[in-house]
């Protein structure tokens, strides 16, 4: 092997974690066609794998088969390369899940607060079954502060609240472009 042996890996893939209405999709659409790469999306993924959508999924089979599936797409999908990933909100909330991604994956957690990501989620009703009951906000609090210890294992932290997309984005580039020199300076 020859290079700098203290030099990054090549970059292969970025990895988004973080909890429902974080922006990891939007932001992800908007990182892949900045580096020239695809975008996908675990939930997308799990719904095709299904047949059927994940409140339908929930419904009909339970929380444990969607997170079966989506365990299962994950894997599948941090195997390709040149991908921007947005992970499902439980998926990176698995301990030791992101200590075990592929060399040369990039990890972010969009990190988002409670009451943004219920704000974000009401624009959408019924897409975001672990938010149905009473009171959402406590249970988005509630799971936030289950899951942050396990997001907190990402490489990079960004908040998204009261951020636009382009705003996050710019600075995941500019995060990637300081480690990664093939990564393109330019703005989202």
Excluded: H, N
């Amino acid at each position: 092997m020859s290079g700098d042996p203290d030099a990054p890996a090549r970059l292969r893939r970025v990895l988004l974690v973080g909890f429902m209405g974080a922006g990891k999709s939007s932001v992800g659409r908007r990182v892949a066609k900045s580096l020239g790469w695809r975008f996908i999306d675990f939930d997308d993924e799990v719904t095709a794998a299904a047949g059927m959508s994940v409140p339908e999924i929930f419904e009909q089979k339970g929380e444990a088969a969607f997170r079966e599936i989506e365990a299962g797409v994950g894997q599948r999908l941090l195997a390709q390369d040149e991908v921007v990933l947005a992970s499902g909100g439980g998926w990176g909330a698995v301990p030791g899940r992101l200590d075990e991604v592929p060399a040369g994956t990039e990890t972010f957690w969009l990190r988002v607060s409670a009451e943004e990501a219920v704000r974000r989620a009401s624009a959408r009703p019924g897409t975001r079954p672990l938010l149905a009951g009473d009171d959402p906000l406590a249970r988005a609090r509630r799971l936030l502060a289950e899951r942050a210890p396990c997001y907190s294992r990402a490489e990079g932290v960004v908040d998204t609240d009261r951020r636009s997309v382009e705003d996050v984005t710019s600075e995941i580039l500019g995060m990637l472009g300081r480690k990664y020199p093939e990564v393109p300076r330019t703005k989202a």
